[in-house]
């Protein structure tokens, strides 16, 4: 049933104000973005319609999905949270770096490391004429701000107070290791949980979504047609009003990011944020978030969690999954060239990349190349052109790696990182391959004898797999489920569309086309900032000459 909650409602186990009569109700979710509903409902006689207010919550049928259950396989002990916690990769929590305390008047030498009002800091620089008085930080980048705190295991999940979490096992005096109900393991602290029952494996059950919670953001009353047009968002955006104070993070796990945002969040959030995704398989993050909303963090496409790890973004109400895209086997195999009424195909190289020169920095600040000078993808010969890109990586040798511990790059390690950020540009970022949408209306397809295969489209969920063939590149390619359309009275999908780029292309823009503000520095690629004030002062120096 489709029903309606008043605005304050927090308990949305029964039926609520009015279970609804709709004449439309349609469902658009995006892969790691959008997730909307609009419906057109009567104005009955019985004032249902007035219970569609702004802000009230509608609950709908979606496409189901299941997230399995953490299955332990004997009887286990249950326990709850007692207060917002971390559940942790491994059994231990970041530790604080602390070195002597700064001294006004005291002479440092090139390497010295301080404490100085609760930051750390190493001597990048000094000039005996005035170095003994220069506190730390400075704009003369006498002293460099390094690690404060160890890495410590990353966070998996931020847990919010009365969260149950399976027993594992009795690690120590200080952890346990336990599981989410949708399937994390990690480690927790012992004096965060209280023990709450003991179940047994038949008790387990898997989570599945069938339906979701929107809230209304428009109301339009049509008298003259005798209905009233409502739409809103899924009821995570409510994290859109979750300010983020400060977070500035180097070459961090996904797990770790998402951490480190939580934490910084400036009320609390309902639901509970987590991922699987806790070394760096997938590349590391590194950011500067300042007074941004809590989705905006998760899901904006130049800077956030979602898009820079190509994750798979679930969402149950108000719980938030942030999860490692697993290969499946394909529900269907396309060929390109095939058409019909109600199939769009759009295949492009625009943004094609097939050669990546990386560049980081040398100690002596000189732009560093590899010995080799680039890095190939392997679908380079399939094209009759060579399309390079220069790659900017974070680093310079003899300073911080940014790894959390108190270690410099070398010019082995920096290179290994170069070799490695050019590489996932081809492994992660599927550069090297062509960017190709099909759109598919299964509502004019269901009854063509020709597309009867393509009923399993009807089944699919958001980053699902399906197999594309095209000759006239000799790839085969897989295209991702990027966008569903569901009609909630029919209760079935009636428009998919696939993608092998599903957070879009990032093309270049005019500084006109900018606004005001728009453009932060963690949006700029490592090394920009830095030649924009080198161009600056060598303007200024020659206009002074």
């Not at 790691?32 to 419906?39: D, I």
């Not at 996904?254 to 990011?257: D, K, L, R, T």
């Given at each position: 049933m489709i029903c309606v909650y008043p605005p304050a409602e927090t308990d949305f186990t029964g039926n609520g104000a009015a279970v609804l009569t709709p004449t439309a109700a349609k469902i658009r979710m995006v892969a790691?973005?959008?997730?909307?509903?609009?419906?057109d409902h009567p104005l009955d006689p019985w004032g249902k319609w007035k219970f569609l207010v702004r802000e009230a919550v509608v609950r709908l049928p979606v496409p189901k999905e299941t997230i399995p259950a953490a299955s332990v396989g004997y009887d286990t002990d249950i326990y709850k949270t007692t207060a917002k916690a971390d559940l942790r990769e491994g059994p231990s929590e970041p530790t604080t770096i602390n070195y002597q305390q700064w001294v006004a008047g005291t002479t440092y030498t090139v390497g010295a490391k301080v404490t100085h009002q609760y930051h750390n800091y190493k001597c990048t620089y000094f000039d005996e004429s005035s170095g003994q008085i220069m506190v730390p930080p400075n704009n003369s980048s006498w002293w460099t701000e390094i690690a404060r705190r160890t890495s410590g295991s990353p966070s998996i999940a931020t847990l919010?107070?009365?969260?149950?979490?399976?027993?594992l096992e009795d690690v120590d005096t200080n952890w346990y290791k336990m599981s989410t109900?949708?399937?994390l393991t990690g480690y927790i602290k012992k004096s965060q949980v209280a023990y709450d029952r003991h179940i047994s494996p038949s008790d387990l059950q898997p989570r599945v979504i069938t339906e979701q919670l929107f809230r209304i953001k428009s109301v339009n009353v049509d008298k003259k047609n005798a209905k009233v047009s409502i739409s809103g968002v899924h009821v995570s955006n409510d994290l859109n009003g979750v300010l983020v104070r400060d977070v500035n993070v180097t070459d961090v796990v996904?797990?770790?990011?998402i951490g480190k945002i939580t934490e910084a969040f400036m009320m609390d959030y309902k639901g509970n944020i987590a991922t699987n995704i806790a070394d760096d398989s997938f590349g590391t993050y590194t950011g500067t978030i300042k007074r941004k909303n809590g989705m905006f963090c998760l899901t904006d496409p130049d800077t956030g969690i979602v898009p820079t790890f190509d994750a798979r973004f679930t969402r149950d109400n108000w719980d938030l999954f942030i999860m490692?895209?697993?290969?499946?086997s394909a529900v269907c195999r396309i060929e390109y060239g095939k058409n019909a009424d109600g199939i769009q195909w759009n295949v492009n190289t625009n943004s094609l990349v097939l050669r990546v020169v990386p560049v980081a920095k040398a100690e002596s600040g000189e732009d560093l190349y590899l010995p080799e000078n680039y890095i190939d993808s392997p679908y380079i010969s399939n094209y009759p052109v060579t399309y390079m890109e220069p790659l900017n990586v974070k680093g310079q040798v003899g300073k911080d790696d940014g790894t959390g511990t108190d270690t410099d790059w070398t010019e082995e390690t920096l290179l290994a990182e170069m070799r490695s950020k050019a590489q996932a540009r081809f492994s992660v970022d599927k550069a090297d391959i062509p960017v190709t949408n099909v759109t598919?209306?299964?509502e004019r397809l269901e009854n063509t004898v020709e597309y009867a295969w393509m009923k399993g489209l009807r089944e699919v969920v958001l980053y699902d797999y399906i197999d594309v063939e095209d000759p006239d590149i000799g790839l085969d390619i897989t295209l991702t489920v990027s966008e569903i359309e569901f009609d909630c009275i029919k209760e079935k999908i009636v428009g998919i569309k696939?993608?092998?780029?599903i957070y879009g292309e990032r093309n270049t823009v005019a500084g006109y086309n900018i606004v005001n503000g728009a453009l932060t520095e963690n949006k700029l690629a490592g090394g920009v900032k830095d030649n924009i004030i080198q161009d600056a002062v060598s303007q200024v120096l020659a206009i002074l000459d």
């Open positions: 790691g973005g959008e997730y909307s509903f609009s419906l919010n107070a009365g969260t149950e979490l399976y027993l109900t949708y399937g996904p797990a770790m990011a490692e895209k697993t290969s499946t598919v209306q299964l696939l993608s092998n780029n």
